[in-house]
């Protein structure tokens, strides 16, 4: 049985992609801070393990790892989903908060080096193995008050790309899932558990949803072996760019 790993399970993108990775027949790994609600979805799951991780924290990785890597027994760990993130705040460069800022680069950049340096031997040792990383269209475009977070997502996507390279002539692959606006916990996160504020970021228009970026992330890595989906960008209908969202007209 294939093992895959997916970072920040216990929310939106990550628990949609245990469930549909699972589904699929893999054996799924899951890590988050929140223990009660990832060990909520993996429950009911055979062959599915919730598993404390805090990727911003070395020695959470570590023990992560060990306990992933004993989980997977024989089978080992073919894929990694390195999907933990998050935008703080939405203030301009001129008004920034550096510890925001610090926290989104540990947590999205540095969280995703950590955990693809653990995990690479595994990854290389399955002989198909897959680094898919969680990006944004954050990473391809900036917006008023997302210097913080495009500029976290513009260094995930060059990490990916310099993996992209530097693994050529190895047996894993490595694929971006870039989506637009997903309606998750994520604007809940950004605006300090604020719902209402949360609320208007999706208002008038359909957002995408988990299931919806789970799709593109199973899809990914269930393309053969010698296949490498390089890089996958994604929004609803109604968005043509960070900022050009089309909303129906409230009455
Ligand atoms: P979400 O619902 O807030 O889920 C985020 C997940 O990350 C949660 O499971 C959270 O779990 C986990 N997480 C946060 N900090 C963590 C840490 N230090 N260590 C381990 N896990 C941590 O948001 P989402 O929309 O699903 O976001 C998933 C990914 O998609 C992120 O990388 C985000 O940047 C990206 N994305 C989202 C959107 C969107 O519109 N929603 C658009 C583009 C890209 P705990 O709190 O339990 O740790």
Redesign the pocket.
């Known amino acids: 049985m294939k093992t895959a790993i997916v970072?920040?399970?216990?929310?939106?993108?990550?628990?949609?992609t245990v469930r549909r990775l699972h589904h699929d027949g893999f054996r799924v790994i899951t890590?988050?801070?929140?223990?009660d609600?990832?060990e909520h979805i993996t429950g009911p799951l055979d062959h599915a393990t919730a598993l404390s991780?805090?990727?911003?924290?070395p020695d959470?990785i570590d023990r992560f790892v060990a306990d992933a890597v004993a989980a997977a027994g024989d089978d080992g760990i073919a894929v990694l989903v390195?999907?933990?993130?998050?935008?703080l705040g939405l203030e301009s460069v001129a008004e920034a908060r550096e510890d925001l800022w610090q926290r989104m680069f540990?947590?999205?950049v540095m969280?995703v080096l950590r955990m693809t340096k653990a995990l690479l031997p595994q990854l290389i040792a399955s002989g198909d193995g897959h680094i898919l990383n969680?990006?944004?269209?954050?990473g391809f475009e900036t917006y008023p008050g997302g210097g913080g977070?495009t500029a976290s997502?513009h260094a995930l996507r060059a990490v990916t790309r310099t993996l992209r390279i530097e693994l050529l002539g190895k047996p894993v692959r490595v694929t971006e899932v870039?989506?637009?606006?997903?309606?998750?916990?994520?604007?809940?996160?950004r605006f300090e558990q604020d719902a209402k504020r949360a609320k208007g970021?999706y208002s008038g228009m359909q957002?995408?949803t988990?299931e919806d970026?789970a799709d593109c992330i199973a899809w990914a890595v269930t393309r053969p072996a010698h296949v490498n989906i390089d890089e996958i960008l994604v929004r609803p209908r109604a968005q043509a760019t960070a900022t050009a969202v089309y909303r129906e007209p409230t009455s």
Request: net charge negative; glycine share 18%.
């Open positions: 970072t920040g399970g216990s929310a939106g993108i990550g628990e949609a890590g988050a801070r929140r223990l609600k990832l991780l805090d990727v911003t924290d959470s390195n999907n933990a993130g998050a935008a540990e947590l999205n969280g969680v990006g944004s269209i954050a977070y997502k870039a989506p637009g606006l997903v309606e998750t916990e994520f604007s809940l996160v970021v957002p995408l988990g970026i």
